[in-house]
């Protein structure tokens, strides 16, 4: 079963503008949950991660943040840039998930020029 | 180079065949994890190792997948008679320590293809 789904598999933004990448999980568990970018034929990096004690957490233009109650997540990137564009991947983990980190199916991101 | 590497970065083989895929870690990284990414779907974790202890091999999808990690560094994964869905991209990911607030780096993957 999918603990963490993106529902959107892609997502057009114009440059400088915002870009809003949605992530949801069914897990109460969870309690770390991160976000990784993915450029062709390299692996996930790492981009920002929030743990359940915060709602939100900044990092220069990436932003995420967490609505507990509503099981979502989501990452804001202001402004945006073509150097964005990539495939975001978001990921769970904690509670009685063991060493398990659950990822959603990603969301590519274009950032028109 | 300092990251993750993986090899082969491309496999194609035949159903019914037996194949190794290869992980490089970054040294000095006591954890490594591999996952699987099928067309459509997300990482799915397949088996975590963390120093000598004995590997989570949860995620394994069958008793065809096995993995093994020698001397704490180099990790392979074997999967024997490949099947046709065992075609995705394998990735093979490190951190310095176990736990969920460790950043994990990831390798390359390497692409399997089952004809």
């Known amino acids: 079963d999918q603990q963490v789904k993106q529902n959107s598999p892609s997502l057009s933004v114009q440059e400088g503008r915002i870009s809003i990448l949605n992530c949801d999980y069914t897990?109460?568990?969870?309690?770390?949950f991160l976000w990784y970018k993915k450029y062709p034929a390299e692996g996930p990096t790492f981009l920002i991660s929030i743990s359940s004690i915060k709602d939100k957490n900044e990092d220069g233009r990436f932003t995420v943040f967490l609505n507990k109650s509503a099981k979502h997540l989501s990452l804001h990137i202001v402004p945006s840039q073509p150097g964005d564009s990539a495939v975001y991947f978001c990921?769970?983990?904690?509670?009685?998930?063991?060493?398990?980190?659950?990822f959603g199916t990603g969301t590519s991101l274009t950032v028109i020029p | 180079g300092a990251g993750v590497s993986q090899s082969p970065s491309n496999k194609v083989t035949e159903k019914g065949k037996d194949v190794e895929l290869r992980c490089d870690p970054i040294?000095?990284?006591?954890?490594l994890y591999w996952y699987r990414q099928s067309l459509g779907q997300g990482l799915e974790f397949l088996i975590y190792f963390q120093g000598n202890s004995a590997p989570d091999k949860s995620g394994l999808p069958s008793d065809r997948f096995s993995a093994e990690r020698t001397g704490g560094s180099v990790s392979t994964l074997t999967i024997q008679r490949t099947q046709q869905e065992d075609s995705a991209v394998y990735l093979c990911?490190?951190?310095?320590?176990?736990?969920?607030?460790?950043?994990?780096?990831f390798g390359p993957g390497t692409r399997l293809t089952v004809l």
């Open positions: 990921a769970a983990s904690g509670g009685n998930t063991g060493n398990q980190f659950y």
């Open positions: 990911a490190s951190s310095l320590r176990s736990g969920f607030y460790n950043e994990q780096f």
């Open positions: 040294s000095g990284h006591t954890a």
């Open positions: 897990n109460s568990m969870f309690d770390y």
